[in-house]
């Protein structure tokens, strides 16, 4: 076996595990999932809340993202609304003014700032608030009116629950990359849930999670200079053993690219600051001292990349090879096809394939499907509300061109590029 | 703070199943491998059975001259036989390189292949004396392991075997169990094959790659075909 090979079989084993694992982690938490979904969500006081909407050249969105939250099932005086405009160039500032205008019975703030990111966007806000509990909403997404009581109530139950996370879901998706988008999200639903019950959640995302503000005020806020601010938080706050959690139901709309283009650059820039954040919090790679975060969740991460190139040589190796084989065939013979479709011969032999490999892609196929089932029942949102006919090329093509994205990443930290945005 | 713990029986239970089905996948694997095996030493019975046939129809021509239509059948018959060996002889390479635990198995299954070929490219040429046929026999010797252009060779005889159909009969022999198998030195050294590929078109020997344009036309020049399809 040569030695790409062994690499790609490692590749299938460790995967298998893995899915095997959650898997295991999902039939054996079935019970508490059920209970917790079924809560009744009874709050006896209502703290107040601050929300943050860092916005740069949002002018699409911005309103429809305002109008969510002061249709939060929350009371208006108990909420405040802070919108940082980092140096927006478009419409922006002028609509997030005359929302303000329009709504004085809601505390709305506006910051301007100089173009500086998003980190910087939120600790601007941190700075200014005084409230127990804040939320951090991106200008492009959207938050369900239920969503804040179920958080704060879960909040409110654990002293150590730093932060609460979101149950997100593609907003109205129209084209092909966002049906993909909408089928990796809901798979990632279930996922997250599972982190979260074995304390490994190491994402608190932009659309909608929220935060105990002294907690983050105690780590010094989010890190300027990371790509990924809010999962660079989350590693903080699972360095100093706080609790991550995703609540049952909060469910926040957020606008998924539309295009490939759009998808790669988001991508990009995730699957670049996560590595990094890997390499910074090295120390907690196989470290006991924080469970099964420390010697599961984190080679899990590193795992992704490393299959990444598995997949990406798989792919190769099964379809690209063999249809640059066929090419050169036929420039071997001048191109000339006629002699083939005369003597054409449809020739099956189920022997002539290779048992092994067909075996383990499928049944990783199998199980990839099953959990993808398995989040939606949980969800109630049904894999084929946007049709079908996107669902087969979403499980060989998507992982494809995320694995392309991943192993791109690696190079191009490999040879020291700079991150665009 | 967080409890942190490390559930040691989830892991163990995942190690379990894992392994489980990766060892459903070696059995899998290797009950497939039996029964490719088997298969083969099927389809070599039938080729043997069927080579007797031809070689019975053969002895019989030889004693009637001028029997036109006898050899009109023998020529059905070989045709078919010779056609089926080089899909079985594809198939063992095919199945030979996936098999993990038979490779031994596989070099009897190949030697006998190539005893086969030999055996079919001389019972034509000895019938192609007593029966008029519009064949041309191509005796392919190619190197998987030693040659990495032979597989141009095999892509560029494959397309006159598409483009002249019966007419050629092409009779691949893999040299890299010469070792194994005395009669391909035997040959060889006749033949005068100093590298590969070789190909002995008639009694004419080529020793390296033929182009298709090159190949096109010692064909065309030895075969009885018309214009419009060498050109």
């Given at each position: 076996m040569n030695p790409i090979m062994i690499v790609v079989w490692i590749g299938y084993i460790t995967t298998l595990y893995f899915l095997v694992y959650w898997l295991l982690i999902f039939f054996e938490k079935k019970d508490i999932i059920k209970k917790d979904h079924e809560t009744e969500i009874k709050l006896s006081s209502y703290p107040e809340v601050s929300v943050l909407v860092p916005a740069y050249n949002e002018e699409r969105s911005i309103r429809k993202t305002l109008e969510s939250i002061i249709e939060l099932e929350w009371p208006k005086n108990r909420l405040k609304i802070i919108v940082i405009n980092d140096g927006s160039t478009d419409k922006t500032k002028h609509i997030v003014n005359d929302f303000i205008k329009k709504h004085r019975d809601f505390d709305i703030k506006l910051l301007n700032q100089k173009n500086s990111g998003k980190a910087t966007s939120l600790n601007n806000g941190l700075d200014i608030i005084r409230s127990k509990y804040f939320a951090c909403l991106d200008a492009d997404s959207f938050v369900l009116p239920g969503t804040l009581k179920k958080m704060i109530y879960w909040h409110e139950k654990d002293a150590n629950l730093a932060i609460t996370t979101p149950v997100m879901k593609v907003h109205e998706p129209k084209t092909i990359t966002q049906k993909f988008q909408r089928l990796e999200y809901i798979s990632g639903m279930l996922l997250a849930k599972l982190m979260s019950y074995i304390d490994c959640l190491y994402i608190a995302p932009g659309p909608f999670s929220v935060y105990k503000t002294a907690i983050i005020k105690e780590l010094g806020g989010f890190d300027t200079n990371s790509m990924v601010e809010d999962q660079e938080i989350a590693y903080r706050v699972q360095v100093k053993h706080y609790k991550i959690m995703q609540v049952p139901h909060a469910y926040?709309?957020?606008?998924?690219?539309?295009?490939?283009?759009?998808?790669?650059?988001?991508?990009?820039?995730?699957f670049k600051g996560s590595l990094i954040n890997l390499i910074k919090y090295k120390k907690l790679i196989f470290n006991s001292t924080y469970g099964d975060f420390g010697v599961f969740q984190l080679p899990l991460n590193i795992l992704a990349y490393i299959v990444a190139w598995g997949a990406l040589v798989t792919f190769f190796y099964y379809s690209i090879k063999p249809f640059f084989d066929r090419l050169y065939e036929l420039w071997l013979v001048g191109f000339d096809i006629m002699p083939y479709l005369q003597n054409f011969e449809w020739k099956i032999d189920l022997f002539a394939i290779e048992p092994m490999s067909v075996f383990f892609v499928y049944l990783m196929l199998a199980f990839s499907v099953l959990f993808l089932y398995l989040s939606s029942r949980v969800h109630g949102d049904k894999v084929r509300k946007y049709g079908w006919v996107y669902i087969l090329p979403y499980f060989f093509l998507y992982f494809i061109i995320m694995s392309y994205?991943?192993?791109?990443?690696?190079?191009?930290?490999l040879i020291g590029k700079k991150q665009k945005w | 703070m967080v409890e942190r713990k490390i559930s040691k029986q989830r892991y163990i239970a995942a190690t379990v199943i894992t392994t489980f089905i990766f060892i459903f996948g070696v059995?899998?694997?290797?009950?497939?491998?039996?029964?490719?095996?088997?298969?083969?030493?099927?389809e070599y019975s039938k080729n043997e059975l069927d080579y007797k046939s031809l070689q019975m129809q053969f002895s019989l021509l030889d004693m009637e001259e001028e029997d036109?239509?006898?050899?009109?059948?023998?020529?059905?018959?070989?045709?078919?036989?010779?056609?089926?060996?080089?899909?079985?002889?594809?198939?063992?390479?095919?199945?030979?390189?996936?098999?993990a635990t038979k490779k031994d198995q596989y070099d009897i299954i190949e030697r006998r292949?190539?005893?086969?070929?030999?055996?079919?490219?001389?019972?034509?040429?000895?019938?192609?004396?007593?029966?008029?046929?519009?064949?041309?026999?191509?005796?392919?010797?190619?190197?998987?392991?030693?040659?990495?252009?032979?597989?141009?060779?095999?892509?560029?005889?494959?397309?006159?075997?598409?483009?002249?159909?019966?007419?050629?009969?092409?009779?691949?022999?893999?040299?890299?169990?010469?070792?194994?198998?005395?009669?391909?030195?035997?040959?060889?050294?006749?033949?005068?094959?100093?590298?590969?590929?070789?190909?002995?078109?008639?009694?004419?020997?080529?020793?390296?790659?033929?182009?298709?344009?090159?190949?096109?036309?010692?064909?065309?020049?030895?075969?009885?075909v018309s214009e419009g399809e060498c050109s």
């Open positions: 926040v709309k957020t606008i998924a690219p539309s295009n490939m283009k759009g998808l790669y650059v988001q991508r990009n820039r995730w994205i991943m192993v791109r990443v690696v190079l191009e930290l | 059995l899998l694997g290797l009950v497939l491998d039996y029964e490719r095996v088997e298969y083969l030493q099927f036109m239509k006898g050899c009109a059948a023998f020529e059905k018959v070989m045709e078919s036989t010779v056609s089926e060996l080089a899909d079985s002889l594809e198939a063992v390479q095919t199945y030979r390189e996936y098999s292949y190539a005893l086969d070929n030999l055996r079919y490219w001389m019972i034509v040429k000895r019938a192609q004396k007593i029966c008029p046929m519009n064949k041309l026999t191509v005796l392919y010797f190619f190197s998987l392991d030693n040659c990495p252009v032979c597989p141009n060779q095999g892509v560029i005889l494959t397309y006159f075997k598409k483009k002249f159909d019966d007419k050629l009969l092409i009779f691949p022999i893999n040299t890299d169990i010469s070792e194994k198998e005395p009669m391909l030195d035997v040959i060889q050294s006749r033949y005068n094959i100093t590298s590969y590929p070789s190909i002995v078109i008639g009694d004419d020997t080529y020793n390296g790659i033929l182009d298709k344009d090159a190949l096109g036309s010692i064909i065309c020049s030895k075969l009885n």
